[in-house]
């Protein structure tokens, strides 16, 4: 799926069944909500923590697409095309660090 697709999807799915977006900032607090709940799996799965039962059974993935999905919502109601402001930002990383990363001893 492309990222105009996927803002077209998202769109059009809170238009027939979430009725409205919520407001910029209570979609902000939701967003950092989701990434919270990708850090408690991450943290317990594949960091120190031990895992509680109660999150064995949780899905990174399914974990990631609520970010992508309330990340797609903040841009939709803010006017950002994702897909323009992704290539132009990798542009800008491409230029800035296109020796950066290979020259970092800490990395090799």
């Known amino acids: ?22 407001d910029e900032l209570t979609n902000m607090a939701i967003l950092t909500e989701e990434v919270g709940e990708v850090a408690r799996i991450i943290a317990r799965r594949y960091g120190e923590q031990s895992e509680k039962e109660s999150d064995k059974g949780k899905d990174l993935g399914d974990e990631l697409a609520d970010i992508m999905f309330v990340l797609i919502c903040i ?8 897909e323009d402001a992704m290539t132009k930002n990798l542009a800008k990383k491409t230029q800035r660090d296109s ?6 001893s800490k990395l090799n």
Do not use: C, P, S
């Not at 799926?1 to 919520?22: C, H, L, S, T």
């Not at 841009?75 to 994702?82: E, P, S, V, Y």
């Not at 020796?99 to 970092?104: D, G, L, S, V, Y």
């Open 1 to 22: 799926m492309e990222i105009k697709a996927a803002q077209k999807i998202v769109d059009d799915w809170i238009n027939e069944y979430g009725v409205r977006y919520f």
């Open 75 to 82: 841009a939709n109601q803010t006017g950002i095309d994702l």
């Open 99 to 104: 020796t950066r990363h290979k020259e970092n």
